[in-house]
């Protein structure tokens, strides 16, 4: 089994900061590629940044300058520093990790169970 624990969610007020942590558990031989995803109200999932293993990074366009994606590989974990948040930042986010397990081949994606983020005006 694979688990995915976000945190770091919360309030804030429009120009402040957030930081969201992701901690990846259970039978992990590697994992690959690792992003965050945010879901808005009546509004569809949409990607915010992802991180490879190897730490190349992408970031849609909507968050350039603002946030950063990084990751701990020793500790199976991600960030997302949120800078100059702004209420359309206003959002549940999701961690997302590729993993390869240790008891079945191939390699699976896994969500956790999102944190919220709410960026008053």
């Known amino acids: 089994q694979v688990q995915v624990v976000e945190s770091g969610g919360g309030l804030v007020q429009a120009g402040g900061s957030l930081r969201l942590s992701c901690t990846i558990s259970g039978n992990i031989v590697r994992i690959n590629d690792m992003g965050w995803y945010r879901q808005a109200p009546e509004k569809q999932r949409e990607r915010v940044a992802g991180?490879?293993?190897?730490?190349?990074?992408h970031y849609e366009e909507f968050v350039k300058g603002r946030f950063t994606i990084s990751r701990d590989n020793a500790k199976n974990m991600t960030f997302l520093q949120m800078n100059s948040l702004k209420p359309e930042d206003t959002a549940v986010y999701y961690c997302?990790?590729?993993?390869?397990?240790?008891?079945?081949?191939?390699?699976?994606?896994?969500w956790g169970q999102g944190t919220q983020v709410t960026v008053s005006s």
């Open positions: 991180i490879t293993k190897d730490g190349r990074t």
């Open positions: 997302n990790a590729r993993v390869v397990r240790t008891d079945i081949p191939g390699a699976y994606d896994y």
